[in-house]
């Protein structure tokens, strides 16, 4: 192995000051998480395939990480296809005897198919070996391909059984490749990547959350509150600040109708981000049935996804473009009118309400949404926001195929230029795809890596998370150190982070050692200090030195904590 | 989706109240990690597959999950190989006509193979459509395949050029995949998994962390000392306690030769587990230098793998299986009979140091390991050990290939069935794999998985981890349940895990939902409470009830934080 060595793209390594800081904001978030009467849940990092496929849209599935099956598997696959070919011929070559002897021509197989066919099929299904090596494929859309192709392609397959006979195992393999050919290979490449990856790995938290639900729904105590900090993985493009692996914090409650959840997702992001000092976020929300309701009002109910994703636009490409792309859609420059008072809703939440009761007054749907807001912006108002602020946003889409209710989203403070660093929704039917009960569900999601650039960004990391070590004791040489382990024993046991330099080199190595690892307290015991049996303690910052007894390490240790 | 849903075998689903377990053991640990001077690194899930391969030996790349590389790889790489064998006919084909004009006889062409072939590669290299599809693989050895077999099945280029510009693209393909048959087939399947998997799950955290101290050796402070707990994956065969995804709990020194360094692992597994409430564990030690002076005086320095996989059994298989083993791989009985005061081992560390010193007076190489483990346990002695016993075992031989100094393991306390619960030791060259610096690293790891298992097995968790919430609010309606979510509020801000019970449901549910929670404070503030303006608190586990005035929320949080 010659190369420097590197990682995967869109994959990082983080170094301990990193690691600090990640763990400051996960510690935050679950803190706050706890305090919220979250439980915490852990899922596998990869999953059955038939958990994660089909569940994110056709553009998921491409970005879902697979995993090869271990083992030798190439071998085994064109066992198998070789041993069922083998079969079919067989089958094939009774019904054409079958057929012979009731003057029956070849071109009347085709009646006679479900007979010999569902036989097949049978024998195959029985066949210890071929079950084993196909346990992973569609054995019956693989018979069926090959029945259809000894049929349409009228092979004679009394020649192809009687040379069966003739050939040793190995000669046999390469006779029905060349016989089969580009069949053979069309076949491989339609059963080949589901017969090697059975596995992928988790791409969010939340069907792996839908899964577990069902999996464990005789042991959960509905409401059920959980939360779950893992990372995920996709095979998108990487970019800035777009990996492959990153963490999701995700906090959800499920079987829970009540509107008190959505007052609590906010109360949630407004607890953590004042923790964090990140002061002046919006909370930005709306709901799924005003949308609905909007495009209901202005006739454009059967264009709702392609009428939401244009106006999630908004912010990003203005009020002109909207309409283009709207336009574009199908919808109606009479429709698009009809929307106008949407581009110019202004005021406050309630403000926004009452224009929006005038514009949904015939819509259903559109005025259950205006109630349910209400309703939630009460509730948030009456216990109130240390930090953030709620403010309604008609324009806000986010995953609309998904969310049936509340829709969130969060902004950083003004000034700081940031996609959203958090989000989330009601779900009415998650547990539905893997057959189980219908719960109703609400969460929301912390994106880890954003809010660690806008903390970075306004310097909002405390300082103490650049010291990873609170005293380090100084060697001396062979006598001192044995001294010096021994007090920096006790003082671990005292709960500081205390280390010893793990060998005698010069003064100075050590003491630019003890800078970079911003340590505050070095301690000195050399030969002197260890024949008067005491230490001697410097304060990195402040340079004042102080003498202590090595009894009396104690002491030592309340001064260096009396500094946390 | 009809099935019910599962997960890969091997793999687990942890439950809140697993979760808490598992963290409270992490926890302990990373607490310890941190107070003896370790600092926090992570790693990407996934590694270029070239990282992890052959760091294992056969059986561990085996065991190695690989990822399938993202997008359409199976029409990618038929497109590569029908190019390559386009490109090879053209050029094979120049060739005969230019040996034809000079007069030379096609079975010349070897001779001028290196003219035709050198041209054809470096065009093959400068096509950027094939440099694309092929970045993978090794594209010299592709070409090299189909240019001999071209050479040696004396294939018809002329022809087969002439017909290319007859045929249209698809029929183009089906052409040469015809003419190829299976040695097109042989290709595939020679290349086809190098093409398809370039990315595998990271298999441990050792040589992860070689390569990132390789990859980051100018922005370290060596000594650097490094902890990391992150899972890893194998694909072995699942079993009681062997999972396909477990966690790895890993702290290295790497940069420090002093033994002071193996002294403090033995303390840092004692302040581990002592902290756990794990009292009498057992950590077992010894030194790879014992071992190959061992072999060396008995005259059977050759077999040293051998005669250490052996000795290496004798807890499990005794000493007459262990000798017949020997035997069996060579080692003769002479030989045997010199080892056995091995076998006969008795005392105290310093009286088995005493015994060693006879056995390996001539072997340089055994006295300095003599020397060393005199040393670290000489050290250990004088710092002393909380709950734990060192024990000098010279039959311990664990990943012999692989350490070259200290050898450690940890045993769970007497009376508990159960492998080791860690182990570790020090190795000299563990960045040279990489290329890195030469640099000495010495480390120990923790059996996360087992550890739950021996604590669960004990009772050692303690009780407060089944509370996962430390007040419920019943919910009594409407107005009720605003003022409930106020004051819930209130405690949440006081750091106190508190939930309103998210909907008016009978009383009975909402105890039995309290039980399950193992919640030890359940507030009422009904319509007569909230008219009053209070609240009554009610112990779980006395059965007290205590009113408070709806301000005096801190009064009652204290009481709460009082019984933790």
């Given at each position: 192995m010659a190369q420097k060595p590197s990682i995967p793209k869109g994959t990082r390594d983080f170094s301990p000051a990193e690691v600090a800081k990640r763990n400051y904001i996960i510690q935050n978030i679950k803190k706050h998480f706890e305090t919220f009467g979250f439980m915490p849940i852990e899922t596998p990092s990869?999953?059955?395939?038939d958990t994660l496929?089909?569940?994110?849209?056709e553009e998921g599935d491409r970005l879902i990480f697979k995993i090869l099956n271990s083992g030798e598997f190439l071998d085994k696959f064109n066992s198998l296809i070789i041993q069922t070919i083998k079969s079919a011929v067989i089958y094939h070559h009774s019904a054409v005897v079958y057929l012979n002897e009731n003057e029956?021509?070849?071109?009347?197989?085709e009646q006679y198919k479900s007979q010999f066919f569902n036989d097949f099929k049978d024998h195959l299904k029985s066949d210890k070996e071929i079950k084993n090596l196909g346990s992973k494929i569609s054995l019956d859309d693989l018979v069926s391909d090959i029945w259809n192709f000894l049929i349409q392609h009228t092979v004679q397959t009394d020649e192809l059984q009687d040379s069966f006979i003739e050939k040793n195992e190995d000669d046999l393999d390469e006779y029905i490749f060349q016989i089969f050919g580009s069949f053979y290979y069309d076949l491989e490449y339609k059963y080949l990547t589901e017969y090697i990856s059975e596995k992928a790995l988790r791409y969010d938290l939340t069907v792996p959350f839908a899964r577990y639900v069902v999996m464990h729904q005789n042991e959960i105590d509905f409401p059920f509150k959980r939360y779950q900090i893992q990372p995920v993985w996709r095979a998108d493009r990487p970019q800035k600040g777009r990996f492959r692996e990153f963490y999701q914090c995700d906090a959800d409650v499920v079987g829970a109708n009540s509107l008190l959840q959505e007052a609590e997702f906010v109360q949630l992001y407004d607890a953590v981000f004042t923790d964090l000092g990140l002061k002046g976020t919006t909370i930005k929300i709306n709901n799924r049935k005003i949308l609905s309701g909007i495009a209901e009002v202005i006739g454009a109910k059967h264009l709702l996804v392609d009428f939401t994703v244009a106006l999630d636009k908004l912010d990003k490409i203005g009020e002109e473009k909207v309409k283009a792309e709207m336009m574009e859609k199908g919808i109606s420059e009479n429709a698009i009118a009809k929307a106008q008072p949407l581009f110019e809703m202004t005021g406050s939440a309630s403000e926004q309400l009452e224009q929006l009761k005038t514009l949904l007054a015939n819509s259903e749907v559109g005025m259950l949404g205006v109630a349910e807001l209400e309703e939630i912006i009460s509730t948030v108002g009456m216990i109130g926001l240390q930090s953030a602020q709620l403010q309604l946003d008609v324009t806000l889409a986010r995953g609309l195929n998904y969310y049936t209710g509340a829709i969130f989203e969060v902004a950083a403070p003004d000034g700081v230029s940031m996609g959203s660093i958090g989000g989330g929704g009601r779900y009415d039917n998650l547990t539905s795809i893997f057959n189980g009960p219908d719960i109703s569900g609400v969460g929301i999601s912390f994106g880890l890596d954003r809010i660690y650039l806008v903390l970075e960004e306004l310097g909002?990391?405390?300082?103490?998370?650049?010291?990873?070590?609170?005293v380090l004791c100084l060697n001396f040489g062979k006598q001192e150190g044995l001294a010096s382990l021994k007090l920096v024993s006790s003082l671990r046991q005292l709960g500081l982070r205390a280390d010893l330099y793990p060998m005698d080199a010069k003064m100075q190595k050590q003491f630019k050692y003890a800078d970079k690892r911003g340590v505050p307290y070095v301690v000195l015991l050399g030969e002197q200090e260890l024949a008067e049996g005491k230490f001697v303690a410097k304060?990195?910052?402040?340079?004042d030195q102080k003498a202590y007894g090595l009894d009396a390490f104690a002491q030592f240790a309340e001064a260096v904590k009396s500094d946390f």
């Amino acid at each position: 192995m010659a190369q420097k060595p590197s990682i995967p793209k869109g994959t990082r390594d983080f170094s301990p000051a990193e690691v600090a800081k990640r763990n400051y904001i996960i510690q935050n978030i679950k803190k706050h998480f706890e305090t919220f009467g979250f439980m915490p849940i852990e899922t596998p990092s990869f999953e059955n395939s038939d958990t994660l496929m089909g569940k994110y849209g056709e553009e998921g599935d491409r970005l879902i990480f697979k995993i090869l099956n271990s083992g030798e598997f190439l071998d085994k696959f064109n066992s198998l296809i070789i041993q069922t070919i083998k079969s079919a011929v067989i089958y094939h070559h009774s019904a054409v005897v079958y057929l012979n002897e009731n003057e029956a021509s070849i071109s009347d197989l085709e009646q006679y198919k479900s007979q010999f066919f569902n036989d097949f099929k049978d024998h195959l299904k029985s066949d210890k070996e071929i079950k084993n090596l196909g346990s992973k494929i569609s054995l019956d859309d693989l018979v069926s391909d090959i029945w259809n192709f000894l049929i349409q392609h009228t092979v004679q397959t009394d020649e192809l059984q009687d040379s069966f006979i003739e050939k040793n195992e190995d000669d046999l393999d390469e006779y029905i490749f060349q016989i089969f050919g580009s069949f053979y290979y069309d076949l491989e490449y339609k059963y080949l990547t589901e017969y090697i990856s059975e596995k992928a790995l988790r791409y969010d938290l939340t069907v792996p959350f839908a899964r577990y639900v069902v999996m464990h729904q005789n042991e959960i105590d509905f409401p059920f509150k959980r939360y779950q900090i893992q990372p995920v993985w996709r095979a998108d493009r990487p970019q800035k600040g777009r990996f492959r692996e990153f963490y999701q914090c995700d906090a959800d409650v499920v079987g829970a109708n009540s509107l008190l959840q959505e007052a609590e997702f906010v109360q949630l992001y407004d607890a953590v981000f004042t923790d964090l000092g990140l002061k002046g976020t919006t909370i930005k929300i709306n709901n799924r049935k005003i949308l609905s309701g909007i495009a209901e009002v202005i006739g454009a109910k059967h264009l709702l996804v392609d009428f939401t994703v244009a106006l999630d636009k908004l912010d990003k490409i203005g009020e002109e473009k909207v309409k283009a792309e709207m336009m574009e859609k199908g919808i109606s420059e009479n429709a698009i009118a009809k929307a106008q008072p949407l581009f110019e809703m202004t005021g406050s939440a309630s403000e926004q309400l009452e224009q929006l009761k005038t514009l949904l007054a015939n819509s259903e749907v559109g005025m259950l949404g205006v109630a349910e807001l209400e309703e939630i912006i009460s509730t948030v108002g009456m216990i109130g926001l240390q930090s953030a602020q709620l403010q309604l946003d008609v324009t806000l889409a986010r995953g609309l195929n998904y969310y049936t209710g509340a829709i969130f989203e969060v902004a950083a403070p003004d000034g700081v230029s940031m996609g959203s660093i958090g989000g989330g929704g009601r779900y009415d039917n998650l547990t539905s795809i893997f057959n189980g009960p219908d719960i109703s569900g609400v969460g929301i999601s912390f994106g880890l890596d954003r809010i660690y650039l806008v903390l970075e960004e306004l310097g909002l990391f405390p300082d103490s998370l650049d010291t990873s070590l609170d005293v380090l004791c100084l060697n001396f040489g062979k006598q001192e150190g044995l001294a010096s382990l021994k007090l920096v024993s006790s003082l671990r046991q005292l709960g500081l982070r205390a280390d010893l330099y793990p060998m005698d080199a010069k003064m100075q190595k050590q003491f630019k050692y003890a800078d970079k690892r911003g340590v505050p307290y070095v301690v000195l015991l050399g030969e002197q200090e260890l024949a008067e049996g005491k230490f001697v303690a410097k304060n990195m910052k402040t340079g004042d030195q102080k003498a202590y007894g090595l009894d009396a390490f104690a002491q030592f240790a309340e001064a260096v904590k009396s500094d946390f």
